[in-house]
Structure formats: structure tokens, C-alpha cells
Nanobody, 123 residues
Framework: VQLQAFGGGLVRTGGFLRLSCAAS????????MGWFRQAPGKEREFVAA????????YYSDSVKGRFAISRDNAKNTVYLQMNSLKPEDTAVYYC?????????????????WGQGTEVTVSS
């Protein structure tokens, strides 16, 4: 499984960005796909995830209502639309994938990780 994340950048408070994660190497029908982030000096934290087959999504409380995760079956791509960005959203964002299993917000429960894409929100 290869995950390639891109779309990060510098944006002002209140702005928006859309991250993309191109997935390859498998058929992802039974996978859970998601995003984690890691801010400087902090531990990696869960952001959002989606069940590829059903499209069911779940979010951390810190981004609920501002971020939206989605997937495009034809393009094998997962997106993270980030709106109303805040300085505390500044982090490196990682795309993740896990075959099957239960919905989880734990780092340990995702087997595949892409390289990070950096998001900086200026105040």
C-alpha cells in the first residue's frame, strides 16, 4: 500500500485548504482511511477517518464541524477539506489506511502511513 499526501501549505486564520491522499497498491473496499496530525512538540493525534465501502465518517472533537473527509472511488483518493482554519490546526498531516477492523482513533490501529504534508495557519 502506498499513500501519497499533498495539498498542505500556508493559510491565514479562517481560511481553508483541501488535502488529498492518493492510495495505490490494493483494492481499498474494506479499508478504513484517515488523517492524523502532529504539531511541533506534540504527540500525533487523530483527525478524521472514513470507511471506504460505506462512506461512514468520524472526527475528533477539535475539528468536527470544520473539517470533512471524503473519498473518490474512481480516483482511489481520500480528501480532507479543512475550513475555518485556526492556528492550532498547524501541524504535519498524515494520511493513513487500515484493512478492516473497528473504528479507531489510535495511532496503533492504522498499519499504513503516508508521508506528511505540512499545514501552517498564521494568526
Amino acid at each position: 500500500v502506498q499513500l501519497q499526501a499533498f495539498g498542505g501549505g500556508l493559510v491565514r486564520t479562517g481560511g481553508f485548504l483541501r488535502l488529498s491522499c492518493a492510495a495505490s497498491g490494493r483494492t481499498f473496499t474494506n479499508y478504513r482511511m484517515g488523517w492524523f496530525r502532529q504539531a511541533p512538540g506534540k504527540e500525533r493525534e487523530f483527525v478524521a477517518a472514513i470507511r471506504w465501502s460505506s462512506g461512514i465518517t468520524y472526527y475528533s472533537d477539535s475539528v468536527k464541524g470544520r473539517f470533512a473527509i471524503s473519498r473518490d472511488n474512481a480516483k482511489n483518493t481520500v480528501y480532507l477539506q479543512m475550513n475555518s482554519l485556526k492556528p492550532e490546526d498547524t501541524a504535519v498531516y498524515y494520511c493513513v489506511a487500515q484493512p478492516g477492523g473497528q473504528d479507531s482513533v489510535s495511532v496503533e490501529m492504522y498499519r499504513y502511513w503516508g508521508q506528511g504534508t505540512e499545514v501552517t495557519v498564521s494568526s
